[in-house]
């Protein structure tokens, strides 16, 4: 079953600009991932947060997480024109288990 | 290094017609294997995990089968394909640091 919801559905910015994506789940997690996926293609890992932790960064991403709000957000600095593509934030609620993705926010970075 | 080949990569079916399509995960034994399904415009929706040869759990009933014959091949099948089985649909496995690799997709239209 889908947990996580992204908002924005569509997000259109330009070249250099920073852009911001939400997630927000509805049950206790043991941690919570974000993937990238290109049209027509299989989603990539980009980055994981466990519910002990506050922020993490790799690279041009910044992933937050408050669990007291079940919700997470992943910034992506510079954006480029390459970082189009959907991005999904998944949820782990119980190890070994399969994760639970949300409906994807769809990014387009124009240059 | 492990991979993970899906195939094929699309497949244009008529209504009624069977189904097989087949995963296999390089490099890794004994992963824990999916089967996703993502509709147009859609997130991701889990159909099919194996902890193990054998050892599959359902999550949506439905026309869809899986079966694991080997410890790193899944196979989702159908007999008879209906209108909304159209999608595109994801293998993957995880690894032990607890995110998912998924495989390239296959893109399926029925007829």
């Known amino acids: 079953s889908q947990q996580g919801e992204e908002d924005p559905q569509a997000l259109s910015i330009q070249e250099g600009e920073n852009a911001t994506m939400n997630c927000s789940y509805k049950?206790?997690?043991?941690?919570l991932q974000w993937y990238r996926q290109n049209s027509g293609r299989g989603l990539v890992h980009l980055i994981l947060?466990?519910?002990?932790?506050r922020e993490k960064h790799s690279g041009r991403l910044r992933v937050t997480l408050d669990t007291s709000k079940k919700s997470s957000s992943l910034l992506i600095t510079a954006s480029r024109a390459a970082d189009t593509a959907s991005y999904f934030c998944?949820?782990?609620?119980?190890?070994?288990?399969?994760?639970?993705f949300g409906k994807g926010t769809s990014l387009l970075v124009t240059p | 290094s492990q991979t993970i080949h899906q195939w094929p990569a699309t497949l244009v079916q008529p209504v009624g017609s069977p189904l097989s399509l087949e995963c296999t995960v390089e490099?890794?034994?004994?992963?824990?294997l999916y089967w996703y399904r993502q509709a147009a415009g859609r997130g991701l929706q889990l159909l099919f995990y194996?902890?193990?040869?054998?050892?599959i759990s359902s999550e949506v009933p439905q026309n869809l089968s899986a079966s694991r014959p080997q410890d790193r091949q899944f196979i989702l099948s159908s007999k008879k394909l209906l209108l909304s089985d159209s999608g595109f649909y994801l293998c993957?496995?995880?690894?032990?640091?607890?995110?998912?690799?998924f495989g390239s997709g296959t893109q399926l239209s029925v007829l």
């Open positions: 993957a496995w995880r690894g032990q640091r607890e995110k998912l690799f």
């Open positions: 194996s902890v193990g040869i054998g050892q």
């Open positions: 490099g890794t034994s004994n992963p824990n």
């Open positions: 947060i466990r519910s002990n932790e």
């Open positions: 049950t206790s997690i043991n941690n």
């Open positions: 998944a949820t782990d609620v119980s190890a070994g288990y399969a994760l639970n």
